[in-house]
């Protein structure tokens, strides 16, 4: 059970990847449209799991009451459940280099659903954001896997520490996750491409003060910097 006077202390510092919903669905299952999905047996991811309350949300959405056929596997379970046809579908909130969510793509026994409405589902919910997952993202040689970008909702991978932690502490973390080598060794590829305004977007938790800092200074640095190339031709004419 999480504790919410516990939660109290818990600070934002910086967003690190997206975690898009995958709805995974067995072949064979008869599974073609979240329609389809009503009294199928679908796996919704370990209490307490980032899987589980965005599988709820997504239930929810579609008017399906919680019942026997839903269950809460572990990954390493899932995979032996679909092989044994024990499994319909599973929902899964993961980030795109996630283990378990290429092993199962590249299996070539499950297929992934889109959500036709994915951007009305984000609007409803502060935390998520509409996601497309590419084409081929998880197979490119061959059958693309998936064979269709998807179109789900994402949630945030942040980073988060607590509200007593020293502000030094915090300045030189978020300015170590800012240096593009330890984004490109940690396949950070969102936060590489967008940079700080992905890093400091969206959180769920209250920003911790250093962060406020950091980040403004950042800004001010980019500002400056923006305001001495738009005067150097009229340096160099002059």
């Not at 370990?46 to 959405?61: F, I």
Request: net charge negative.
């Amino acid at each position: 059970k999480i504790d919410a006077t516990a939660l109290e202390q818990v600070a934002f510092l910086a967003n690190l990847y997206s975690q898009p919903l995958h709805i995974v669905v067995r072949d064979g299952s008869g599974i073609q449209s979240l329609s389809d999905l009503r009294g199928k047996r679908i796996n919704l991811g370990v209490k307490l799991s980032g899987d589980y309350p965005m599988a709820r949300l997504l239930l929810e959405s579609l008017q399906i009451d919680l019942g026997e056929e839903h269950s809460n596997l572990p990954y390493p379970e899932i995979m032996a459940a679909f092989d044994n046809g024990e499994l319909d579908a599973a929902f899964i909130t993961v980030g795109m280099q996630a283990e378990v969510i290429r092993m199962l793509a590249k299996s070539g026994k499950i297929r992934f659903l889109s959500i036709p409405n994915h951007e009305a589902l984000a609007a409803m919910e502060l935390p998520l954001t509409p996601f497309v997952v590419p084409r081929g993202v998880y197979q490119f040689e061959g059958e693309p896997v998936p064979r269709e970008g998807i179109n789900t909702v994402a949630t945030g991978a942040h980073l988060i520490t607590s509200t007593g932690v020293e502000s030094g502490l915090v300045e030189r973390v978020i300015q170590e996750l800012l240096k593009t080598t330890f984004q490109k060794e940690n396949k950070l590829e969102e936060l590489f491409s967008e940079g700080k305004s992905f890093a400091n977007s969206m959180p769920f938790f209250p920003v911790h003060e250093a962060n406020h800092v950091l980040f403004a200074c950042a800004l001010h640095t980019e500002h400056s910097v923006l305001q001495l190339v738009s005067i150097l031709p009229e340096v160099i004419r002059t």
